[in-house]
């Protein structure tokens, strides 16, 4: 089993920025990719970026250009830096991570509000 724990969310200014922190703990050694999803009050979950343990990465549409992603092979810790924030990216943020299996964080709360 992995176990994903993510934080960083928060309340911030439309124009703003967030960086999300998820750490992976548990079977670690299994994962090649991680990244992260989101879920607006009533839409679908859907993905934001991922990168795999080679540091390529992809990237929503909607976040290219605003966001990055990185990772930190040694602190088993992948980050979401999340820059000029639009109120359409309020979202519940979930962490996630592949490998033998599909694993998810209990998600953070970005709210993006003036």
């Known amino acids: 089993q992995v176990q994903l724990v993510e934080s960083g969310g928060g309340l911030v200014q439309p124009g703003g920025s967030l960086r999300l922190s998820c750490a992976a703990s548990g079977r670690i050694f299994s994962i090649n990719v991680m990244g992260w999803y989101r879920q607006a009050p009533g839409k679908e979950r859907e993905l934001v970026a991922v990168?795999?343990?080679?540091?390529?990465?992809n990237y929503a549409e909607s976040v290219k250009g605003r966001f990055t992603i990185s990772r930190d092979n040694a602190k088993n810790t992948v980050y979401l830096q999340m820059n000029s924030l639009k109120p359409e990216d309020t979202a519940v943020y979930y962490c996630?991570?592949?490998?033998?299996?599909?694993?998810w964080g209990r998600g953070t709360q970005v709210t993006v509000s003036s």
């Open positions: 990168t795999t343990s080679g540091s390529s990465a």
């Open positions: 996630y991570a592949a490998g033998y299996n599909n694993y």
